[in-house]
């Protein structure tokens, strides 16, 4: 990997890295506190830092497997009890960092649940390297997981990352799947095992992150409506690819969005519950293959 690139990568790993493990602490020693505070302080501690957001924040809480980032106005707060997903995304330059962690808000019942996703991201780190398949990866993850009592979310994946790109052509399965791909050295990607105790998979709920589809303009049918083609044109401009908040954008915007979600210029990216209300836990860390393992940029 050229040296620029991988510094770029580090130094996003260590910004998102840092960025979550400030979010956990406050997080984790103060009940009552607005999800919506939260995101909002970890995104702009990214640009403090010297980052840039390569997804709005997400605070997931319980059965919410991942994708609640909070909607203007949001009046959740964690309470006592809560099992809390906090995913940060950083770049630089196109080069993204994608971490992950979860906390018990003031309680210690679900402490094996966290250690099952946390250590199936382990065990799947130690044996990371230039060769090694990923659905060997997922019967790993689901090995820990099934081992410590629970289920993994089967249709949730890892991932790997290109420049400006969150989810490449590549993904991580969580489970023992029936095919998979050769990881190569150079190869960044994101492990993120879900552990939960209910039955592993989701079901869509409302969307409050999207992003332009890479074939946006080409899907609107009312060509004369030019002040909406120009919406379309700054969110490319703010964003590119990457995924955005609906809370990020002016009042007439966010209104604009669903029609856009409906033409196929812009893809939603529903809030995931477990199916079955199962509470569940998520660690992830972004890694960069090398011959004979691999680097944590997040650690
Ligand atoms: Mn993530
Ligand atoms: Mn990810």
């Not at 998102?16 to 995104?43: C, F, G, M, P, W």
Request: with cysteine; proline share 3%.
């Amino acid at each position: 990997m050229d040296a620029n690139i991988l510094q770029c990568y580090t130094d996003a790993g260590q910004i998102a890295s840092k960025v979550l493990r400030e979010t956990v602490k406050y997080a984790s020693h103060n009940v009552d506190i607005s999800v919506l505070e939260l995101a909002q302080v970890a995104e702009a501690r990214i640009i403090e830092l010297g980052g840039q957001i390569a997804f709005p924040c997400n605070i997931s809480i319980n059965e919410i497997a991942s994708h609640y980032t909070p909607p203007a106005n949001d009046i959740l707060k964690l309470q006592k009890g809560d099992v809390v997903k906090i995913d940060v995304g950083a770049h630089i330059d196109g080069y993204i960092a994608d971490t992950a962690a979860t906390i018990e808000i003031s309680t210690t019942k679900h402490t094996e649940l966290l250690d099952a996703s946390k250590k199936a991201l382990e065990n799947v780190i130690a044996v990371t390297c230039a060769g090694v398949n990923t659905k060997d990866m997922g019967k790993i993850i689901e090995d820990t997981i099934n081992g410590m009592g629970f289920l993994p979310i089967y249709d949730l994946t890892g991932h790997n990352l290109k420049q400006y790109c969150l989810h490449a052509n590549m993904n991580i399965p969580n489970y023992a799947a029936s095919f998979g791909n050769t990881l190569l050295e150079g190869d960044v990607i994101a492990i993120e095992p879900f552990a939960t105790y209910g039955k592993g998979t989701t079901r869509n709920g409302d969307s409050h992150i999207f992003s332009l589809n890479k074939l946006f303009g080409k899907h609107i049918h009312n060509e004369s409506n030019t002040h909406s083609k120009s919406l379309l044109d700054d969110l490319y401009n703010q964003y590119g690819y990457l995924p955005f908040a609906r809370r990020w954008l002016e009042d007439s915007a966010g209104a604009n969005i669903d029609n856009y979600v409906t033409t196929g210029d812009i893809i939603a990216y529903p809030v995931l519950h477990e199916i079955s209300g199962g509470i569940v836990s998520q660690f992830e860390h972004t890694v960069i293959v090398e011959e004979s393992g691999c680097i944590i940029t997040t650690n």
